[in-house]
């Protein structure tokens, strides 16, 4: 099994806030990412979050991290209908050179 | 700047044959990382290369393989083809692999074995 864990879908009304979360296992990870992956695409950095801090925000997206609870969350505000694609969560542990992925959020955003 | 790209974007093979993917990082990148996506599989790491040495290896058998050449281009070779490696593979660089960098794909080269 995957050592990152999201839920597996997330449906949000055009104009909400969405929220996607994520746990992870190693208390040594260095970085925790978020990938948005659109059909028939690779992965496209959305932002990335060094573990020392609790908050990151750029521009609609706020990455909050609970290092005490492994616990990640993305906030895509005012999501849209182009924000739909599948979200992923990746941890880079401390001297490995891998990143390791949840499973992904699949987001349908509706009118 | 150019991201990573790969090559072909597409293939279809037939079980039993070999199949060769190719990356080439960002300029100035020489860290460079390859990831198999399946539905069933999410994605798994395959290998990790950086100035031509391979640093570290997923879990996978022996018919995955890659190499890196001294411009870091890099080439993942898959032989006897089996119809589970039906996958998109990822490719992935940064400029030293450390702790504190971020990995930039690339768009992925869709594989399809019959």
């Known amino acids: 099994g995957e050592d990152v864990e999201q839920s597996l879908f997330l449906s949000v009304r055009e104009g909400d806030s969405s929220v996607i979360n994520c746990t992870y296992t190693d208390s040594s990870s260095t970085y925790l990412y978020w990938y948005k992956q659109e059909p028939g695409a690779g992965l496209q950095l959305l932002t990335y979050i060094f573990s020392n801090m609790d908050m990151k925000q750029d521009q609609r997206l706020t990455v909050l991290l609970n290092k005490k609870d492994k616990h990640l969350s993305l906030r895509i505000a005012d999501t849209q209908t182009g924000d739909s694609a599948i979200y992923f969560c990746?941890?880079?542990?401390?001297?490995?050179?891998?990143?390791?992925f949840g499973a992904g959020t699949t987001v349908t955003v509706r009118a | 700047k150019a991201g990573v790209t790969q090559t072909p974007r597409y293939l279809i093979k037939t079980r039993g044959q070999q199949v060769t993917l190719s990356c080439s990082p960002i300029s100035g990148h020489r860290s460079v990382s390859w990831y198999q996506q399946t539905p069933g599989q999410g994605l798994q790491f395959l290998f990790e290369y950086f100035s031509e040495t391979q640093r570290n290896k997923g879990n996978f058998p022996g018919r995955f393989s890659g190499r890196q050449f001294s411009n870091s281009r890099s080439e993942m070779n898959v032989s006897t083809l089996e119809l589970g490696d039906s996958a998109l593979y990822l490719c992935?660089?940064?400029?030293?692999?450390?702790?504190?960098?971020?990995?930039?794909f690339g768009p992925g080269t869709r594989l399809l074995v019959l």
């Open positions: 992935a660089s940064s400029r030293y692999g450390g702790d504190q960098e971020t990995q930039y």
């Open positions: 990746a941890e880079k542990r401390a001297n490995d050179y891998k990143l390791s």
